[in-house]
């Protein structure tokens, strides 16, 4: 007997964020991951490797030989809530995620707002570039949430503009410890794939 097909299900790339390096010295530990995978075992025809919402889509390229790697979306999932949630915005944390998933909402009447941040002296502040969340029952979208910072951040940014709700979603949530916590001050937030169990705050 032999193995005819292999697929691997890897819902969360860990190693998504470090792509490059910046200074000597670095690794980018998300090419050492991807030459583990490029270096299964041959079953006669190509690993799939199946990864959802891989946070730079450039790290698909670091695969190679017997492995392709397939990518998904969990925005499929969101679309039905957004349709019976009174969701009127969909708002992005920055260019990066408004460039990877606004065309996933085309055809919902929806508004797309923007987010990103600026520099202001030493500091980087997130601010609205695009869009109008005034009056609006907002849900940030984002595939990978750390520490929580920019969400909460761009949530007080939206409030402050006059949203009239701010919920958010995301498909990976790491939250060390317990950064989770800032998120009670959205109206309600969703994290799939890498927690169980929604997480949801009122």
């Known amino acids: 007997s032999f193995v005819k097909e292999l697929v691997v299900v890897l819902p969360y790339y860990p190693v998504g964020t470090m792509e490059r390096t910046v200074k000597e010295g670095q690794v980018a530990t998300a ?9 299964l075992p041959s079953c006669g025809k190509p690993t799939r490797l199946l990864i959802y919402d891989l946070h730079t889509l450039q790290n698909r390229f670091y695969l190679h030989g017997n492995v392709i790697g397939s990518l998904k979306t969990t ?21 990066g995620a408004a460039k ?4 996933e909402f085309t055809g919902l009447d929806v508004e797309i707002v923007t987010c990103g941040k600026v520099r202001d002296g030493d ?19 984002d595939d990978l949430v750390q520490s929580g910072g ?28 317990e950064a989770w916590k800032r998120s009670v001050t959205l109206t309600r937030f969703t994290r799939i794939l890498t927690c169980p169990i929604s997480v949801l705050f009122r």
């Open 75 to 95: 925005i499929p999932l969101l679309l039905p809530e957004i349709q019976k949630g009174g969701i009127d915005c969909v708002a992005f944390p920055d260019d």
């Open 150 to 177: 920019t969400l909460f951040e761009c949530a007080q940014v939206l409030k402050a503009a006059g949203a009239s709700s701010v919920s958010a979603f995301c498909a990976h949530g790491v939250f060390p410890k």
């Open 123 to 141: 500091e980087r502040k997130v601010t609205i570039q695009e869009g109008n969340p005034q009056n609006k029952t907002i849900i940030i979208v």
């Open 31 to 39: 090419n050492t991951y991807a030459q583990m995978f490029s270096n």
């Open 100 to 103: 990877r998933f606004a065309h």
